[in-house]
């Protein structure tokens, strides 16, 4: 009887540390995803780019100008190689050119050129949606004819649809 009371004890505390250690894992896992999600949420919610100047170069016997945006970082580094660009609805790659590193830091700035676009009177929207998921929308048309014409913007907005 006290050999079947020994295994037992044996066996209880040996599930008994299975037990602990295995709680004491999944509580490291979880503070460390809640840290990470809370480190994520602080860039996203100071991340911000804002539009500078822009720039455009065509020639007048051409239907199509490219214009180029500068973009300053006004908050947290982000990594313009991990953006994407949608012109027009449509998500691109080959008409938009990025100048840069791997990294964006605070007060620093790039261009974000858009190649070809057509000299008519329709408005134009670029959105540059970086990796936290807030993006920067750039509107503009055309005003003028496509010989004696230039493009002009008529606004730019930073926003964070998922709630930063």
């Known amino acids: 009887m006290s050999a079947a009371f020994a295994v037992l004890l044996v066996a209880a505390l040996v599930s008994f540390g299975t037990l602990y250690v295995s709680s004491e894992n999944a509580y490291s896992m979880i503070h460390g995803a809640a840290e990470d999600y809370n480190r994520m949420v602080i860039v996203e919610r100071t991340a911000e780019l804002e539009l500078g100047n822009y720039t455009y170069e065509t020639l007048p016997d051409l239907t199509v100008y490219d214009i180029t945006f500068n973009i300053t970082s006004a908050g947290s580094t982000l990594s313009p190689p991990e953006w994407a660009f949608i012109y027009d609805g449509t998500l691109v790659d ?9 990294y964006l830091l605070p007060g620093e700035w790039l261009t974000v050129t858009v190649q070809n676009v057509p000299k008519d009177t329709g408005v134009h929207a670029l959105v540059v949606s970086t990796e936290v998921g807030c ?12 010989a004696n014409g230039s493009p002009r913007v008529i606004g730019g907005a930073w926003y964070c649809p998922v709630g930063g």
């Open 94 to 102: 080959s008409k938009v050119r990025v100048s840069g590193g791997k």
């Open 135 to 146: 993006g920067l929308k750039i509107k503009w048309r055309w005003v003028g004819n496509a």
